[in-house]
């Protein structure tokens, strides 16, 4: 399954808002097969904010783990952000 961010917007922040595109996706994540990685892709992008990131992807590695890649991750917004999630929920995404 792939996830592009961008359908979200180019400017994503806000906890709220992180919940509602976590929330849109809820239910293709119950198609997923046990086998299948679920790939989030950053692209195009401007902007993040750490809880924004948090709302979407603390779920969406609690339920997939290891499975979960994160994709064209160039934007130092997002990067600070998942490093921040990384010192504070001990969170480590893989990224490819």
Excluded: C
């Amino acid at each position: 399954m792939n996830i592009e961010l961008i359908k979200f917007g180019v400017d994503l922040h806000g906890r709220p808002a992180g919940k509602d595109a976590f929330d849109s996706i809820a239910l293709r994540l119950r198609t997923v097969a046990p086998d299948d990685r679920v790939i989030v892709d950053f692209k195009d992008v401007r902007s993040f904010s750490t809880s924004w990131l948090d709302e979407m992807l603390t779920p969406l590695q609690d339920i997939f783990g290891d499975r979960l890649l994160l994709i064209n991750v160039t934007n130092l917004s997002a990067k600070l952000s998942l490093q921040t999630l990384r010192k504070i929920g001990g969170k480590e995404f893989i990224v490819g």
